[in-house]
Structures are given as C-alpha cells and as structure tokens.
T-cell receptor, first 112, second 110 residues
Framework: KAGVTQTPRYLIKTRGQQVTLSCSPI?????VSWYQQTPGQGLQFLFE???????NKGNFPGRFSGRQFSNSRSEMNVSTLELGDSALYLC???????????FGDGTRLSIL | EDQVTQSPEALRLQEGESSSLNCSYT??????LFWYRQDPGKGPEFLFT???AGEEKEKERLKATLTKKESFLHITAPKPEDSATYLC???????????FGTGTRLLVSP
C-alpha cells in the first residue's frame, strides 16, 4: 500500500516569492493535515482538510493557505516568503475520526 | 495555552539498557495521545494511540502508558535500531489537530 507522497522533496526559493507544495494521501484517506517542522519550534500544526473543507487551523499568518481536491490530494501555498519560512513541511493523511495520521517524508523548503 | 513537554531531550543508552521517556501535557479537550518515532530525513512514523488514563499499549520492545497529565514510553532491552527521535502528540479538540512535543532523541549504542 503506497504511503503519503509529497512533492517536491526539496525546494529553494527567495524572499518575496510564493510556493506551492503537493501532497497525495494514502488511498481511501479523506483527512489531510499539514505541519511545519523547525529545529526551534518542532512540529506545528498548520491546518487540516476533510472532504475539501478546512476543519481545523493552527496559529499561522494568512500567507499560509491550503486546499483539498475531490480526490483528497492537497496543496499548501505560502505567499510572500520570509526567511523564517525555511522548514520541513510535512503532510499527514488519515481516515479521520479516531484514526492516526500517517506522515509523508516532507518537503524541505529553503528561503534565500 | 496548550503545552507538551518531553524529557529528557536526549538519551544515550547501551544496548539492553531499559529506560523510560516522559511526555507531560496540558491540553484542553484531550481526545487521545499519539506516539511517533522519527528517523533523520523521514516523516514521523506512527507507533501508538492512547485514549484514556490507565490505558497501555505494547509493540515489540516499546510500551506506552497514559495518566491524566502525562504519558510514558518504556523501552525494554533496546537495540541500536531503536535509535530515533520519539515524539508525543496529544490531540486538541478533534483527533486530527495534534500538538507535538519537541521530542526525545534516543541513541542506543551496541
């Protein structure tokens, strides 16, 4: 069974640009969550989508947005990139409810 | 404010030397607590879900327990392949919004 797939694995951008990251969940999973991981702050919740609707949102500025498509694939967009946005962005999918989240290996975003 | 504290930050063990990792939390509306392990360059890998105080789960050399304010991950007779960062994550409100601790980096030497 294929796991969560995130593309691209690595990305380098400059300040002020925008970026879109992609996540393909495990087949049958309708919940997709996004997290930011940095050495100082650890893993921080960004948002969760279920059946194309955002159900939960973390404490991140509006520059961070996401969406989910009818096939449960999800994208995350960050606009007006700042140096502090350099991080590993992780996507996790779940069947929802009490089921655990399963993570992809992330997209490492570096801002120059 | 929801907080999750894991201790110790780092732990070095000899192969076969048992120990415990701690996760203390203050999360409103706790629905469950999840344990993950993360290897360098990889995403977290799911280990356990605990739903209520007193619950225990076991998997190979690992056993997770839960009280109202903390969870423990007991590692019995660890092997070098158990070396990883172990993360605990209570869920806030719904099950899908996890609040992660900063983890315990475990190194098991042969």
């Amino acid at each position: 069974k294929a796991g969560v797939t995130q593309t691209p694995r690595y990305l380098i951008k400059t300040r002020g640009q925008q970026v879109t990251l992609s996540c393909s969940p495990i087949s049958g999973h309708r919940s997709v969550s996004w997290y930011q991981q940095t050495p100082g702050q650890g893993l921080q919740f960004l948002f969760e989508y279920f059946s194309e609707t955002q159900r939960n949102k973390g404490n991140f500025p509006g520059r961070f947005s996401g969406r989910q498509f009818s096939n449960s694939r999800s994208e995350m967009n960050v606009s007006t990139l700042e140096l502090g946005d350099s991080a590993l962005y992780l996507c996790a999918s779940s069947l929802g409810g009490e089921e655990p989240q399963h993570f992809g290996d992330g997209t490492r975003l570096s801002i120059l | 404010e929801d907080q999750v504290t894991q201790s110790p930050e780092a732990l070095r063990l000899q192969e076969g030397e048992s120990s415990s990792l701690n996760c203390s939390y203050t999360v409103s509306g706790l629905r469950g607590l999840f344990w993950y392990r993360q290897d360098p360059g990889k995403g977290p890998e799911f280990l356990f879900t605990l739903y209520s105080a007193g619950e225990e789960k076991e998997k190979e050399r690992l056993k997770a327990t839960l009280t109202k304010k903390e969870s423990f991950l007991h590692i019995t007779a660890p092997k070098p392949e158990d070396s990883a960062t172990y993360l605990c994550a209570p869920s806030e409100g719904g099950f899908q919004k996890l609040v992660f601790g900063t983890g315990t980096r475990l190194l098991v030497s042969p």
